[in-house]
């Protein structure tokens, strides 16, 4: 395994200096970049019992709402956004999906084609593609994605929240939203900016630049939950598949 180096051209060197010298004051109003499609964006928030977090939720209906996502609340402490409504299965949890699918022979594009297709999505975990799959029950949460995981999770979590998210900008917007404190984790910037990625696009690490946030692994499945072992425990799990 290698790293790629980027050749820097007088063009680049002139828009990081342009950035640095920018007045920081007040900082642009960045707009979400989108995933394309069949890959679509998508969150799922835990509001961690205690937590006056949840007082915020006023002010994500507006982001979801400025950037058309549907906002479900899916009990007292879980929400998600997503560009469909979450699909309902018959054990009363529903999921939120994104990206395409090899499964019993077939290619399924999108979620309405998952959801046209299958009755019960449990069976995804194992397949090939580039997706994401995120289930809702109550008071849990578990995300998972493609064999390869081609399509990775970010998420984060602190005393107040867990949330994830297959869009890292959307995470942070929602994170901001929330007015969490964030800082920069240098060391993992500086490693950004000298590379452009590792084989295969696998990485390094998973801690991301903002000190927190993290990647899951492709053999990995997040998986959270608020009420195991009764009262009001939270936690949350990386398990591993083989």
Known sequence: ??????????????????????????????????????????????????????????????????????????????????????????????????????????????????????????????????????KIGYDSIECSADFFGMAPWFYFENESIFTASNNYHLMLMLLAEMQMELSMNIPRSRVNMITSGFTYGSTFSDNLDVNGCKINYAYETIRYSSTRGGGDLSYFTLGYHV
Do not use: W
């Open 1 to 134: 395994m290698g790293i790629a180096i980027k050749n820097l051209t007088n063009e680049d060197i002139s828009a990081f200096n342009n950035f640095i010298k920018a007045d920081r004051a007040v900082l642009p109003d960045l707009k979400l970049a989108p995933l394309a499609y069949p890959h679509e964006d998508m969150a799922v928030i835990a509001f961690k019992r205690n937590s006056k977090t949840h007082s915020h939720i006023n002010s994500l209906k507006q982001l979801a709402e400025k950037n058309q996502f549907v906002l479900t609340e899916h009990d007292e402490h879980i929400i998600s956004l997503s560009k469909h409504a979450p699909i309902k299965q018959a054990n009363n949890s529903s999921y939120i999906f994104s990206g395409y699918a090899f499964y019993n022979e077939k290619m399924l594009i999108g979620v309405n084609e998952v959801a046209e297709q299958l009755n019960d999505v449990s069976g995804l975990r194992e397949a090939y593609g580039e997706f994401n799959l995120c």
